[in-house]
């Protein structure tokens, strides 16, 4: 494995060639193509955590994957970026770059010497005649991605002013949300819940057929990062103030696939969210899945509080379906419905930190 200094470059031999970009804190990762002109030819060639493929390119929370062959022939190559939502990367501490091809580790870069940036062009997956190649680029940004978006062509409005929508209480009963519509987990003159359950459930899209998903609940701490998680080989968490009901292998009948408890009373102030996930550990893809939702119950009633009705479908492994979020001295549920590749709660990680950066 080579050790790049900023401006040098390595050659690839052939094969998927993955860029990890690993730091002491969460960065944003994404991926711009060039064009001969050094420029991309609009939107489309910004691949991002809302965007997460184009051609030959895929977004990964640590990363970017390049499928050189698949990479259309007007692109010369791909800029993986890194750009922070708060700090510098002169107080963010330790960045690494790793390149490897099929596996096999090729390059590795640290950029050094930054100060005030907020995002930085890390390395360019670049062709030169038939042959690909890796360049250490290391060049910050104070304007955050912003500036480099401009820089490249593509076109940043002004953000619009958010207009503030009411937040949904339980004050009327039992709510049905829609995709990223937050209910407050609070009524009127009512206790604060203690003991809740998220019943998660899907069948087949195909009779006859069986469909074997994983649920999975990611603690996410104040600090934004994973602190925990149950999945079906690890069933509790905290002392079991969070537990998973165990694997169902089919899909198959009618009710809760899987559930997970939560003592809400009981988790400790460093626990900020939970992230509720649902995965395909065989590698089956949602367009094989139907009918998947996500409801909350309180264990103290046994009522329905809340539930959400996933209606779209992806060739994807992997989907977050839901967020409960301390509001507070009370929690909110947030339904999400994003689709991402992962076959395991492990390989979510990432994306549930993420997911509950945007929802703050």
């Not at 360049?135 to 401009?150: D, F, M, N």
């Not at 490249?152 to 709510?175: A, H, S, W």
């Not at 009948?253 to 559930?259: I, L, Q, S, W």
């Amino acid at each position: 494995m080579q050790t790049l200094a900023k401006g040098a470059n390595a050659p690839l031999p052939p094969g998927p060639v993955a860029v990890r970009v690993s730091a002491g804190a969460a960065v944003d990762v994404s991926a711009l193509l060039v064009t001969a002109s050094g420029m991309v030819r609009g939107d489309a060639d910004f691949v991002f955590y809302n965007q997460p493929e184009a051609p030959g390119v895929r977004y990964r929370p640590d990363g970017v994957d390049v499928e050189p062959a698949a990479v259309e022939p007007a692109v010369e190559k791909v800029v993986v970026t890194a750009s922070l939502d708060t700090g510098t990367f002169g107080t963010l501490g330790p960045l690494r770059l790793d390149v490897a091809v099929g596996g096999v580790p090729v390059a590795v870069f640290e950029p050094g010497g930054l100060g005030a940036e907020t995002a930085l062009l890390c390395v360019e997956v670049y062709r030169r005649g038939q042959q690909w190649k890796v360049r250490a680029v290391g060049q910050g940004y104070a304007s955050g991605l912003a500036g480099i978006a401009t820089d490249f062509g593509i076109t940043v409005e002004d953000e619009p002013v958010p207009v503030p929508t009411p937040k949904v209480t339980l004050d009327k009963g039992r709510v049905s949300l829609e995709k990223r519509q937050t209910v407050s987990l609070t009524k009127g003159g009512a206790p604060a819940l203690r003991r809740v359950a998220m019943g998660l459930g899907w069948d087949p899209a195909a009779r006859g057929r069986s469909v074997d998903l994983d649920a999975s609940a990611i603690l996410v701490g104040t600090d934004g990062r994973k602190a925990d998680a149950v999945w079906f080989m690890s069933k509790q968490a905290l002392d079991g103030r969070v537990q998973h009901s165990g694997d169902n292998l089919t899909g198959h009948g009618a009710g809760d696939d899987e559930t997970i408890t939560v003592d809400l009373e009981g988790l400790p102030g460093s626990v900020a969210a939970i992230v509720f996930v649902v995965n395909s550990f065989q590698g089956q893809e949602f367009t094989a899945v139907a009918g998947a939702y996500c409801r909350l119950v309180d264990l103290a009633s046994g009522a329905e509080l809340v539930r959400f009705d996933l209606t779209e479908s992806a060739p994807r492994t992997g989907v977050v379906m839901s967020v409960l979020r301390r509001a507070g001295a009370a929690w909110e549920m947030t339904a999400i419905g994003e689709f991402h590749d992962g076959r395991s709660a492990r390989s979510m990680f990432g994306v549930a930190e993420e997911v509950v950066r945007g929802l703050t």
